[in-house]
């Protein structure tokens, strides 16, 4: 693969979805939404260092709606819409291979998430500290790391929804799928175990590998594990009792999970005869 290739069409997506409504809405209700949990939250602290954690860790559960509809907003019709326009066939017309149109709208619709997140959250945290004073290094790493975590969560989403835009005939079947199966559908699958586990008569204070496994297949979950990262207790929720996998699970978990999708999605598009 060319690298210089994957950056070209990467930076074609960039700048075409950076003018698209479905980022202006979606993306400003998340800067709305966690700039404005950051500042209520913090006017209402006891002002001190040791809220800066606590304080950033609530305000990403707030927002944690965002880090799933905006991975899947920006890329359920990244192939169907090539399809649909017959641009793809013009674009592998090109010396372009396959891979290298995967590689570089993934890194597109990536780069355009890490443009919106990152800064933000930045921005969060000197909130935070102008209210709360400055924090110590390690909450300030804790927070970025987290940070890392959330633009990974973000990855597997896109991925998902890129693989769901390559089987798919229509747009509207592709974020359909995306939404219904790709996070409701694997949200749910911890959620019957725990009915079925309760039915059966077993006990809930400890999970087998397969139910962990049943919370793990979700990104959305390994990211709310994650979150202890900064703080135990998020939004009132003591973090121990609900979620059953570690933070180093749930990180393991969401690389398995993009590696897997991203390289079915990249195989399944060099095979597929586009017609």
Known sequence: MDFNII??????????YLKTKRLLIIGGLYVAGFLLSVSIMSYYSS???????????????????FYILLPIVLSYDLIVRERSRKSIYLLLS?????????????????SIICCVIIP???????????????A?????????AYLGVIILGTACYISLS??????????????????????FGLNMIYPIYLIFSLLAGDP???TPWYGKLAYAISPSNDMDAAG??????????????????????AILALVIFFLITFAISTFIFRKKELV
């Open 7 to 16: 950056l070209t069409i990467a930076r074609k997506e960039f700048y075409e």
């Open 47 to 65: 002002h001190s260092p040791n809220d800066f954690r606590p304080i950033i860790a609530n305000a990403h559960s707030i927002t944690s709606i």
């Open 94 to 110: 090109k010396p372009v291979n396959r891979e290298e149109v995967i590689f570089g709208k993934f890194l597109g619709v990536l």
């Open 120 to 134: 933000i959250a930045t921005i969060g945290h000197l909130i935070t500290m102008a209210f709360c004073g400055p």
């Open 136 to 144: 110590g290094t390690e909450s300030i790493a804790r927070a970025y």
């Open 162 to 183: 890129i693989l769901f835009s390559i089987i798919t005939k229509s747009t509207a079947t592709s974020i359909i799928s995306s939404l219904i199966v790709g996070w």
């Open 204 to 206: 809930l204070n400890t």
């Open 228 to 249: 202890r990262i900064l703080s135990e207790q998020m939004m009132g929720r003591q973090m121990g009792s609900v979620i059953p996998i570690t933070v180093s699970q």
